[in-house]
């Protein structure tokens, strides 16, 4: 049953006053952007303004006493369960604010929203460090739960997805390979052997976001199953791996710029004679690529949709240290400069702009499916992760040492920010599809200019137009004598 949160009186509401923007504070619903109004539903946009309650009045106040409870040494930090976290879940879980992420027209097994209504919901989560976890929205989680939902036979949905959508598991999901250049997967040289009833899988296996969490009990992995076969397509299979299987060594924990994101953590693994049954096969053996395409699809919107979250938080920490009263650089407080002020203009327009194009990518989807919106959804990825990190580095700049230091959320706001550029399929691979695509417009694009060319030709003469340059001057001096 959802549990809503007491409503504000008027009179409170109209005195909140905002550093920018609206003379009083608006709820979430009311800042939805005019042009995806028409596509959220009453139930979406009540829904949106408790999620925003949530994260700011309880996720964001307990995300740092959660680091607190992870404690410290590795062993110690990769075994620990934060008692917050159980907390904030059953929280959520009375407000209703649970596996809100899978959409209603791709599946039956989520909260009944779509793309678009949970890209707006997404980005309040993405404000705080547990909020995701919270509402059992986080990655891997969320990706790995839409493979068993679309791919997944009925006994692996029982075994799987029924305990990662309970929030009683969790996931990782393994693809990126420290040997081979991953961003293009036909390098995976993971060894998938099939022997007997088994597929018994060697090879190595790093960036296993989730892998340190005890509570992961399985792995989504991506192997090569037919290195034979004519097509590189083919080549490789998903198989879901029991996280307890023998032959499976979890190495270390990779930092990320010096995060160790305990105790989800981001592991390297090695499988050693690893013994798999082959009941476990997702979807059908050479059928990897068809899996990690519907996989990643949607995972890369979520990204974005998270990151325009942390921009909008790193501008509210920008905009609190500008009007800092004890903050006064040569006689002035921050705010008083110029160049702060362009800033926060920048950052405005630019966290907007990017809002715009992450709803699109998530209305495409909607109409038809993640495929439909590849252009799209390259888009977002490339653009929203650039824009969250210019806009945090401002607010870093704005407190100096501060900024860079464990005093703000803002360094490590920003480290996140730039793995989203490497995940889930890296800038440039990216760009150059998207340049290959836009390119085939190349050769008629070419004819149709010279087609307007001739047609201008012909147009002159039907109307006896001598055609010259417009500034053409003719300007000639007296001859020389010579």
Request: hydrophobic share 40%; charged share 25%; proline share 5%.
């Amino acid at each position: 049953m959802s549990v809503p949160y007491s409503i504000r009186k008027q009179k409170e509401e109209a005195s909140a006053e905002l550093l920018v923007g609206a003379p009083v504070a608006q709820r979430a619903s009311q800042k939805i952007p005019l042009i995806a109004r028409s596509h959220v539903s009453e139930r979406a946009m009540k829904t949106l303004d408790i999620v925003e309650r949530f994260v700011e009045e309880e996720c964001i106040p307990a995300d740092i006493l959660v680091q607190q409870q992870v404690g410290s040494g590795v062993k110690e930090r990769f075994s620990a369960h934060p008692p917050i976290v159980d907390v904030l879940k059953k929280r959520a879980q009375e407000l209703g604010l649970w596996n809100m992420f899978l959409p209603k027209n791709h599946f039956k097994e989520g909260a009944g929203f779509s793309n678009l209504e949970y890209g707006l919901m997404a980005e309040y989560l993405g404000k705080s460090l547990i909020a995701s976890e919270a509402t059992n929205c986080a990655a891997p989680d969320t990706g790995n739960m839409e493979v068993f939902a679309k791919y997944g036979t009925q006994e692996q949905k029982d075994r799987w997805l029924k305990p990662l959508l309970a929030g009683e598991i969790r996931s990782a999901f393994l693809m990126t390979e420290p040997d081979v250049a991953s961003s293009d997967a036909t390098n995976i040289t993971l060894n998938m052997v099939k022997e007997g009833n088994d597929y018994i899988l060697n090879g190595s296996k790093w960036w296993s976001s989730g892998a340190g969490d005890p509570r992961c009990k399985i792995y989504i992995v991506m192997g090569k199953s037919d290195p034979n076969n004519a097509s590189v397509y083919k080549q490789q299979s998903v198989i879901f791996v029991p996280a307890e299987t023998p032959g499976i060594t979890i190495h270390r924990m990779l930092s990320v710029y010096g995060f160790d994101d305990a105790p989800h953590g981001h592991g390297h693994i090695t499988f050693n004679n690893v013994r798999v049954p082959a009941s476990n096969m997702c979807l059908g053996e050479g059928r990897g690529f068809e899996v990690i395409q519907g996989r990643l699809g949607p995972g890369r919107i979520h990204h974005a949709m998270r990151s325009i979250g942390a921009a909008e938080k790193a501008l509210e920490y920008f905009l609190a240290r500008i009007n800092d009263p004890k903050k006064t650089p040569f006689g002035k407080q921050l705010h008083e400069h110029g160049i702060m002020m362009e800033r926060v203009a920048r950052s405005r327009i630019e966290i907007d702009t990017a809002r715009l194009t992450v709803l699109n990518a998530a209305l495409v989807i909607d109409s038809k499916d993640a495929k439909a919106a590849l252009k799209e959804i390259a888009e977002a990825k490339v653009q929203i992760p650039a824009m969250a990190l210019e806009v945090i580095d401002r607010a870093i700049q704005a407190y100096g040492g501060a900024g860079v230091s464990q005093d703000t959320p803002l360094a490590n706001m920003w480290a996140h920010g730039r793995t989203m550029r490497i995940v889930d399929g890296p800038d440039e691979v990216h760009l150059m599809q998207l340049a290959k695509n836009e390119n085939k417009r190349g050769k008629a694009m070419y004819e149709k200019i010279e087609w307007q060319k001739r047609k201008t030709d012909e147009m002159a003469r039907t109307f006896g137009i001598t055609r010259r340059d417009v500034l053409q001057l003719d300007r000639e001096h007296s001859k020389s004598r010579l």
